[in-house]
């Protein structure tokens, strides 16, 4: 997928990322110290809304983007069904990351 991206562009991968929340925490502050004017959340089609929230309520400053980037695949009605009862839990893992990182 990397290869994929503009010859330019800088990317900084998490491949094992095991938390929402905590890739999330860690994209904001890296983008913030890179200066980065936008991350590009990428994953799956059901998730993708509930990351670009996160990644965007995690951001410490405002002006960096945030967009997503999916593929369709796999998926079933669980999944579509624990992001909907994660969606209000949002602030609270966020915090939680936080203390982690």
């Known amino acids: 997928m990397a290869a994929a991206w503009e010859p330019d562009a800088h990317l900084v991968r998490r491949d ?9 925490v860690a994209a904001a502050r890296m983008a913030a110290e890179l200066d980065s004017g936008e991350i ?4 799956s089609w059901w998730h993708r809304p509930r990351a670009q929230l996160m990644t965007r ?3 410490p400053r405002r002006g960096i ?3 997503g980037s999916s593929a369709g ?6 999944q ?14 966020l915090a939680l990351a936080r203390r982690r990182l």
């Open 16 to 24: 094992r990322a095991s938390r929402t929340a905590d890739s999330a």
């Open 40 to 43: 590009v959340v990428v994953t």
């Open 57 to 59: 309520v995690a951001l």
């Open 65 to 67: 983007r945030v967009t």
């Open 73 to 78: 695949g796999p998926w079933s009605a669980w």
């Open 80 to 93: 579509l069904v624990r992001e909907a009862l994660c969606l209000p839990l949002v602030p609270v893992h």
